[in-house]
């Protein structure tokens, strides 16, 4: 990697810090007084609080203004900070077309610009919380949008053995935005809400406005980094890949030679030049691109992969710290000083620089590893947080115990869950879906956020302390995902990882030793016929969770034609009773639960109850089961290789052989 690489990587990489910025800025503002004031969640007669927040009337003593808090403040609390995130969800949808149609990155400069208008709207919002909540849904317009664009533009001008690194910078970007908007905003609190002008004096009108400077201050400074990054990006290429798929491949050698130091004969040059062209050939060959392919059975796994994955990542409670840690360090006893100024800067210090290992454990330690990890140390320091705040009372050592869990606790998000889902989405897609499949991550991502940032207040106040339990709980289902359903895809190219995504390697039945290629096939093959007479639905207590879940390829086309599958299975087996002949029902002497009984006739009911059941099963099929095609493929590759017997391929084969009889229709 040269320095020009190095420098485009960083400062596409800025979006981070326009989002990290956007994050810091409101756990701060949201404890600011006269924004608390002036958009009435709170009230103030003019009553004083010590330093260490306790009740008092003796001048010397007054620090800060001792506030009411209104009914509705939650509400509000959770509607202003979420509509940032709602406007998020709505950028990543825009930002599909934009980057398609205009580029990376010029809608990366355009992104800027409307981060730009919306803080403005922010700071010089009227007293209407409607107006500060349009002002911020505009802003993450902007960071929904970007942060689909930045991570994408940095994957295609990054080299592949460092891809993942560079990627990684705009995790290191938003925890350095969080810290520089903690840093900048703590002083101002600081300066602003200790030992404030009207302390012990008696107001009579408790909602009337005071000085406003400090949280429009706070808010309008987002103007600097907004015009930063468009100015920036303005300096920095055009995405080659981007400008291939425009047939404007001249452009494109010029970009790759200057990324790599080299001329535009340079063979490197060429050979990746080359590469590109193919790959938007390809691209061309097979139509353009729609939202439907990212389920096709292709690239459906690594959708449901991604969405998943930032969807724990929202639910391990990070953006609940973050937008609420003052807060949270208030309740946990500790004084306005230092749940508003100290801690926060020391947290948000923490979450930058365990970014560092992640950007080194990506490449070396890979995706997977960093996930189940992070998971796990997640779920201890939630529950230890939670474990030693409810001793609070018996000692100062328990707060600053639970306030070292908190820390800990970003600290594993920050070097695993942090960066891993941002560098995940935007390499494990193919060129033609690559900004669509990232979108989905994205979407996902700031849905979630939505929700955690809209229900954290009430959630806060129900609970308390209790809440990290429910994160603590969160963390634990994101490890059984992590460990059983991510595909490691470290150094991987992506026709590898097509390879890799779409694999199904034959597993041995538990109960027989049979080779199956799935769960599908070990309920259907071993089970069902047995299960049918017996009119019980099979169980699972011979699965283990870790087959179960790395065998759990999402498969949402093919429903229907499961369900088709098995009505069709259900009447040959009627009409295999009624005539004594049957190639489905013969026994498997290497599978003893493939008996049947040799009675024959069934009732209306027990038809009834036949067919339900099958279309239970078919659920349990629409869960975990591969393509109906592919699975007759491998069952006459098998029946080829080792006589191996597949019944869903024997059903469609005995079928095809009583239609064309005209047996049954």
């Keep these: 990697m040269n320095k020009f690489q190095f420098l485009v990587a960083l400062t596409a990489s800025f979006g981070g810090l326009l989002f990290g910025y956007e994050v810091g800025v409101m756990n701060v503002v949201l404890v600011m007084d006269a924004f608390r004031i002036f958009f009435k969640f709170h009230s103030w007669n003019g009553d004083a609080l010590d330093e260490n927040g306790k009740d008092t009337t003796d001048k010397a003593k007054m620090m800060y203004r001792k506030l009411t808090e209104a009914g509705n403040k939650a509400t509000l609390e959770g509607i202003i900070t979420s509509s940032f995130v ?37 700071g010089l919002s009227a007293r209407s919380w409607i107006m500060i909540a349009v002002g911020r849904l505009i802003t993450g317009l902007s960071i929904g949008c970007n942060g689909v664009l930045c991570p994408t533009y940095i994957s295609e001008v990054a080299p592949a053995k460092i891809r993942g690194t560079l990627s990684s910078c705009y995790q290191l970007m938003t925890t350095f935005g969080i810290i520089v908007a903690a840093i900048i905003n703590s002083i101002v609190w600081y300066y602003t809400n200790s030992s404030p002008a009207g302390l012990g004096v008696t107001r009579s009108d408790i909602w009337a406005e005071v000085a406003n400077f400090e949280w429009r201050f706070a808010l309008l400074f987002q103007v600097v980094p907004g015009l930063g990054l468009a100015i920036l990006m303005s300096f920095l290429p055009k995405s080659p890949r981007w400008l291939c798929s425009k047939d404007r491949d001249e452009e494109a050698v010029e970009v790759l030679a200057k990324l790599n130091a080299t001329s535009t004969s340079d063979e490197l040059v060429q050979s990746e030049l080359k590469a590109i062209q193919e790959d938007v050939a390809a691209t061309r060959a097979a139509g353009s691109s729609s939202f439907g392919e990212l389920f096709s059975p292709v690239i459906r796994r690594r959708t449901f992969i991604t969405f998943l994955m930032q969807l724990f990542q929202q639910w391990t409670g990070i953006n609940v710290i973050m937008y609420y840690q003052s807060q949270i360090y208030d309740e946990i006893g500790f004084s306005k000083f230092m749940s508003t100024v100290v801690l926060p800067i020391i947290n948000n210090f923490v979450n930058f620089v365990s970014t560092f290992p992640g950007m080194w454990g990506i490449e070396r330690l890979g995706r997977k590893t960093l996930l189940v990890v992070g998971s796990l140390m997640m779920m201890v320091f939630h529950v230890s947080t939670w474990a030693c705040s409810t001793q609070t009372n018996n000692g100062k050592v328990w707060q600053y115990l639970a306030v070292a869990s908190v820390f800990l606790f970003v600290f594993s998000f920050a070097w695993t869950w942090g960066p891993v889902p941002w560098v995940y989405q935007a390499e494990v897609f193919p060129l033609r879906v690559r900004v669509k499949g990232s979108a989905v991550g994205t979407v996902s991502n700031f849905l979630n956020n939505w929700i955690i940032a809209f229900v954290g207040p009430a959630l806060m106040k129900a609970w308390s302390t209790k809440t990290f339990l429910l994160f603590a709980a969160a963390c634990l289902l994101a490890w059984v995902y992590s460990q059983f359903y991510v595909i490691e895809c470290k150094g991987l190219s992506i026709d590898e990882m097509d390879a890799k995504m779409a694999e199904d390697c034959p597993k041995c039945c538990p109960c027989c030793g049979v080779s199956v290629p799935s769960f599908s096939h070990w309920i259907f093959a071993c089970k069902e016929l047995e299960n049918y007479r017996n009119k019980s639905l099979p169980f699972l207590d011979d699965l283990s969770l870790g087959f179960l879940l790395e065998k759990m390829p999402i498969v949402i086309g093919d429903f229907y034609t499961m369900i088709d599958l098995y009505k069709r299975r259900l009447v040959l087996i009627r009409h295999n009773d009624n005539t004594g002949s049957s190639s489905i029902s013969t026994k498997d002497e290497s599978c003893p639960s493939s008996s049947i009984n040799d009675e024959s006739g069934e009732s209306l009911v027990d038809t009834t109850l036949s067919i339900l059941k099958m279309l239970l099963l078919g659920f349990i099929s629409f869960l975990f089961s591969v393509d109906v095609v592919t699975i007759r493929q491998r069952r006459n590759s098998d029946t080829d290789s080792n006589d191996n017997f597949h019944p869903h391929g024997v059903i469609f084969d005995e079928w095809e052989e009583l239609e064309a009889s005209n047996l049954i229709t």
């Design 86 to 122: 709602l406007g998020a969800l709505c950028g990543a949808l825009m930002a599909t077309y934009l980057g398609e149609k205009y580029g990376r990155q010029r809608t990366i400069m355009i992104g800027a610009c409307i981060f730009t208008c919306g803080a403005v709207i922010q």
